[in-house]
């Protein structure tokens, strides 16, 4: 299992779990109440597609539906699409699974250019997510 106190030492940990954990901007059909929050930073990058963080936050105060555990999975996907586009890892894979009533665990699985291949697992997502 991996921690947030394991991202403090190791630098593929730290960037997987900003772009999970961190509230990327909403989109303008996502339903929100009224701020779409984000990364102030992303106003002003060059690259208007460079995005930090996750609309995870959007799930926040929604049942954990199968329909919310999907859309936690689409969010995940979209918020490690950098790790391609800028040659982390040749490919990822996301899986999230419920854990428990209240509970859901996000496992990213990282396939390096060397062959390499890394699991980070986060079993406390769904805490993370609700703050």
Known sequence: MQTSALAAEDPLVRAVFVSLFTWRRAAPDDQHDG???????????????????????????????????????????????????DDVASRYDVTVERMGVDGLAILVRIYREDGSVRDLRFDNAWSLINV
């Open 35 to 85: 701020e779409r929050w984000g990364w102030w930073g992303d106003n002003v990058s060059q690259f208007t597609s460079d995005q930090i963080g996750s609309r995870l936050w959007l799930l926040a105060r929604q049942k954990l539906t199968t329909q919310v555990i999907n859309r936690a999975r689409d969010y995940g996907i979209e918020a490690l699409a950098w790790l391609v586009k």
